[in-house]
């Protein structure tokens, strides 16, 4: 009886001791680098010490991927091309794909997760670039947060959310695309077609979008860029609205009251 308890009780621990463990899969791409003999390694997960990395496998395309179980929590970590952190990813920020400062960071929880494909040291797959566009939202009430929408996510005005992480006012949003593309998009002070900025006017930062509308572009460079911010519904940020709404007024002076030889010339 006592070993049948026994027998029970050690399975109810094996059971509660697995259960909030899942399946993770870890991918990057190694094209842009030339993998070490000693392999591809991820540390942090289990430490920082070279004993602690874990070694991943090439499956022929430059593609290393690992799958291990983890329990919930909070992870930090990062790709180590060798088996010392001397060969570790060389990024500060890497923020823009949830990380903090220049660790990559994972949140487990009770579901299996396939990370995405990311390039050695970087957010986004080999040959990417990462584009940040802001928009500086300081004369406007924002209704539902502010979204933008455009050619590189299927013109959705509800699935991309800019976010003001300093509270400035201005709104940012970080997209992985391709260098050479041209991108057309709009701002949403909401998340509707009906809460559209008017770009009718803005012939100097936009093109046509075919059905008699325009559109904000962007050429996509060669390398990582953070578009300067625009005031919603214009072309320039809102400081230098302000400046230009005050360049075009005309100031007129009373005359009447002034004394000649005091300093005043009067004309007709």
């Known amino acids: 009886m006592v070993r049948k308890i026994s027998i029970q009780f050690l399975l109810v621990i094996l059971i509660s001791g697995t259960a909030f463990s899942v399946s993770v899969t870890f991918q990057v791409d190694m094209a842009s680098e030339d993998a070490s003999e000693e392999g591809v ?14 070694e991943m496998s090439n499956d022929g395309d430059n593609i290393y991927k690992i799958t291990i179980d983890l329990s919930e929590g909070t992870y930090y970590y990062l790709f180590i091309n060798g088996k010392s952190l001397s060969y570790k990813e060389e990024n500060e920020d890497f923020s823009i794909c949830g990380g903090i400062g220049s660790n990559r960071l994972l949140e487990v929880s009770n579901d299996a997760i396939e990370l995405d494909l990311v390039c050695f040291s970087s957010c986004q797959l080999c040959g990417d670039v990462s584009v940040t566009i802001q928009v500086d939202m300081t004369n406007e009430t924002i209704n539902d947060g502010v979204h933008i929408a455009g050619s590189m996510q299927s013109w959705d005005p509800t699935s991309s959310e800019m976010t003001d992480t300093d509270g400035d006012g201005i709104y940012a949003i970080t997209f992985n695309l391709t260098p050479g593309d041209t991108i057309q998009y709009k701002f949403i002070n909401g998340n509707s077609w009906d809460v559209e900025e008017n770009t009718s006017g803005l012939s100097d930062c936009s093109i046509e979008d075919g059905t008699g509308g325009q559109n904000r572009y962007h050429i996509v460079g060669e390398s990582d860029e953070a578009l300067a911010p625009v005031c919603f519904g214009h072309c320039v940020d809102c400081s230098s609205l302000y400046l230009v709404t005050l360049s075009s007024l005309t100031f007129k002076a009373n005359m009447s009251n002034a004394v000649i030889g005091n300093g005043f010339n009067l004309g007709d």
């Open 41 to 54: 390694h991820i540390a942090g997960i289990h430490g920082w010490f070279p004993d602690d990395f874990i």
